[in-house]
T-cell receptor
Framework: NAGVTQTPKFQVLKTGQSMTLQCAQD?????MSWYRQDPGMGLRLIHYSVGAGITDQGEVPNGYNVSRSTTEDFPLRLLSAAPSQTSVYFC????????????FGSGTRLTVV | DQQVKQNSPSLSVQEGRISILNCDYTNSMFDYFLWYKKYPAEGPTFLISISSIKDKNEDGRFTVFLNKSAKHLSLHIVPSQPGDSAVYFC????????????FGGGTRVLVKP
């Protein structure tokens, strides 16, 4: 099993550009989430999904869109990149139920110049 | 305002000794708590969890203690090993919010040989 796969690992964008961060999991997990990690602030939830076709906002959703057309994939779209979106982005998936810890991908380091 | 706080950004400990990591929370609705470990350039990995109906949970060298009245939890690592050097995040969730996690800012642990 590959677990949670994120692509790309690194990306540099110019202000105003758009892009999609890809996330795929092969564990048939219902729950998927996107987090961003910034120094001293831990991981903050951007968007999450409890199943295909169902998404909701997290703590810091502005400037990001998501969709969940399949159980496996949960892409994160940056609509118009801003320097404040420079961060490390993590995708995670989990079985239903809070007793299961999330499995995280290895992250995408994004720099917006 | 951060609902989950890790007030010690870093901790240095000698190999073989105990590492104690602390975490405080403000949301009294949180009823499930987790610890994650993160190495550089990797995603966080689930370490141990505890439900609010318990005050202690053990898994090998790792023990998590929960003090609900003080809204405080701690992670004990005994004995500490050089491979434990990493950033540790505590996280919390509430039943009404499903499987969404709120993370603390992290504590960087350095275990000296």
């Amino acid at each position: 099993n590959a677990g949670v796969t994120q692509t790309p690992k690194f990306q540099v964008l110019k202000t105003g550009q758009s892009m999609t961060l890809q996330c795929a999991q092969d564990m048939n997990h219902e729950y998927m989430s996107w987090y961003r990690q910034d120094p001293g602030m831990g991981l903050r939830l951007i968007h999450y999904s409890v199943g295909a076709g169902i998404t909701d906002q997290g703590e810091v959703p502005n400037g990001y869109n998501v969709s969940r057309s399949t159980t496996e994939d949960f892409p994160l779209r940056l609509l118009s990149a801003a320097p404040s979106q420079t961060s490390v982005y993590f995708c995670a998936s989990s079985l239903e139920g809070r007793t299961y810890g999330y499995t995280f991908g290895s992250g995408t380091r994004l720099t917006v110049v | 305002d951060q609902q989950v706080k890790q007030n010690s950004p870093s901790l240095s400990v000698q190999e073989g000794r105990i590492s104690i990591l602390n975490c405080d929370y403000t949301n009294s609705m949180f009823d499930y708590f987790l610890w994650y470990k993160k190495y550089p350039a990797e995603g966080p990995t689930f370490l141990i969890s505890i439900s609010s109906i318990k005050d202690k949970n053990e898994d090998g060298r790792f023990t998590v203690f929960l003090n609900k009245s003080a809204k405080h939890l701690s992670l004990h690592i005994v004995p500490s090993q050089p491979g434990d050097s990493a950033v540790y995040f505590c996280a919390a969730s509430e039943r009404a919010a499903g499987n969404k996690l709120t993370f603390g800012g992290g504590t960087r642990v350095l275990v000296k040989p």
